[in-house]
T-cell receptor, first 112, second 115 residues
Framework: DQQVKQNSPSLSVQEGRISILNCDYT??????FLWYKKYPAEGPTFLIS?????DKNEDGRFTVFLNKSAKHLSLHIVPSQPGDSAVYFC???????????FGTGTRLTIIP | NAGVMQNPRHLVRRRGQEARLRCSPM?????VYWYRQLPEEGLKFMVY????????ESGMPKERFSAEFPKEGPSILRIQQVVRGDSAAYFC?????????????FGEGSRLTVL
């Protein structure tokens, strides 16, 4: 039962353009959403998060959008840089519980 | 402030042996989580511990797997009688007790290979 889904296993974007990574969830109890970035042979590192009381959160080049009615969130990276090439995981939690449910990840490749 | 420390980074075991993975949380963090990542998959929650207590072990296989976080020392994930299907990357994460932001700080992982 995959409660958090990232349907695109990979994405390639030209340097300087916008990268859009998508995530869908099925559990309506989720109220906090996070994006993690992971390089090979390293642990995931926190990127940005959003609470369900918001529909947008921005941090520099990274913006996360949340559409609760569609149970969908997206991560926008603009402009994309070569160092952004990594696997991006969407994660969600419910009720202040720090136990995170992760998606399967999207491998982003930025083409110079 | 050192991050989450996991060791060993790589561990090779033969079927039937035991694997012990250690995790020292970030300084000041009292919550520890273990996640497993199988090849080409996302991270799956295994267990959530606080000092001397298992809070949530709903993701732990019923047999052969155990976890502890003693009053002193690192958290340990123990896998008895390993099988090939246990080959995976095991990630430990920690969070502070006072701040419930939902953000977890991950270690670099321990990669278990079962021959």
């Amino acid at each position: 039962d995959q409660q958090v889904k990232q349907n695109s296993p990979s994405l390639s974007v030209q340097e300087g353009r916008i990268s859009i990574l998508n995530c869908d969830y099925t559990n309506s109890m989720f109220d906090y959403f996070l994006w993690y970035k992971k390089y090979p042979a390293e642990g995931p590192t926190f990127l940005i998060s959003i609470s369900s009381i918001k529909d947008k959160n921005e941090d520099g080049r990274f913006t996360v959008f949340l559409n609760k009615s569609a149970k969908h969130l997206s991560l926008h990276i603009v402009p994309s840089q070569p160092g952004d090439s990594a696997v991006y995981f969407c994660a969600a939690s419910a009720g202040g519980n720090e136990k995170l449910t992760f998606g399967t990840g999207t491998r982003l490749t930025i083409i110079p | 402030n050192a991050g989450v420390m996991q060791n060993p980074r790589h561990l090779v075991r033969r079927r039937g042996q035991e694997a012990r993975l250690r995790c020292s949380p970030m300084k000041g963090h009292s919550h520890v989580y273990w996640y497993r990542q199988l090849p080409e998959e996302g991270l799956k929650f295994m267990v959530y511990l606080q000092k001397e207590n298992i809070i949530d072990e709903s993701g732990m296989p019923k047999e052969r797997f155990s976890a502890e976080f003693p009053k002193e020392g690192p958290s340990i994930l123990r896998i008895q009688q390993v099988v090939r299907g246990d080959s995976a990357a095991y990630f430990c994460a920690s969070s502070p007790m006072e701040e419930n932001t939902g953000e977890l700080f991950f270690g670099e992982g321990s990669r278990l290979t079962v021959l």
